[in-house]
């Protein structure tokens, strides 16, 4: 029990490195030199838990995403049924306790391994879905609007990260009139 402990603490503290060293350098420039110093942990200890440092980022790139994924389905109803404030708090709340983490993981960009692609990718994927169980007879085209719709919800997303519950009224009804404007064109009114 008291190893499976360690080896929590010990990745836990890995990943925060990265998480810190991410707020001073970019992905490229961090070295694995780096994390361990940071983490107080040696060059064997990190490898006895990581491949490299594109590993590391791939792992908990993987983790959030499998987290976000999760609520994907929950948050996506909550903008299509109009529940901005529930879908501002409960974004909060989700992401309360990582909010610095995927912040900064926002940042990176790398081929295998890119937070805010996996989160769009999750997004536009609902979107593309709503729309062809909406069979609406939409006189735009298909892809513009899910692109359209995903990048809302992105933009929520970030944006709640960033400053969390602040003038979420107010926020909601904007975010409200855009989400009316987007349905409407995917749901034309006959």
């Known amino acids: 029990m008291s190893k499976d402990v360690r080896k929590i603490k010990t990745e836990r503290d890995i990943q925060q490195a990265l998480l810190t060293l991410l707020n001073s350098k970019t992905f490229r420039q961090v070295t694995v030199a780096d994390i361990c ?5 040696s060059r064997s200890t990190f490898y006895a838990h990581y491949l490299d440092k594109y590993d590391l980022l791939d792992k908990m790139v993987d983790g959030f995403t499998q987290l976000f994924k999760s609520r994907v389905n929950l948050r996506f109803n909550q903008i299509i049924n109009g529940e901005t404030d529930a879908l501002l ?3 909060a709340v989700d992401m309360a306790d990582n909010r610095d983490a995927l912040l900064t993981l926002f940042t990176v960009h790398e081929p295998n391994a890119d937070l805010e692609a996996n989160f769009r990718t999750l997004l536009l994927k609902e979107w593309k879905q709503f729309i062809k169980n909406s069979g609406g007879n939409m006189k735009v085209p298909e892809d513009l609007m899910a692109s359209m719709g995903m990048n809302v919800q992105m933009t929520v997303i970030q944006w709640a ?10 926020v909601a009804a904007a975010i409200n009139t ?12 006959d």
């Open 89 to 91: 708090r409960g974004l």
């Open 161 to 170: 990260l960033a400053h969390g519950e602040v003038e979420i009224d107010a």
């Open 178 to 189: 855009i989400r009316k404007a987007i349905l409407l064109q995917i749901q034309p009114e």
């Open 37 to 41: 110093q940071h983490s107080m942990t």
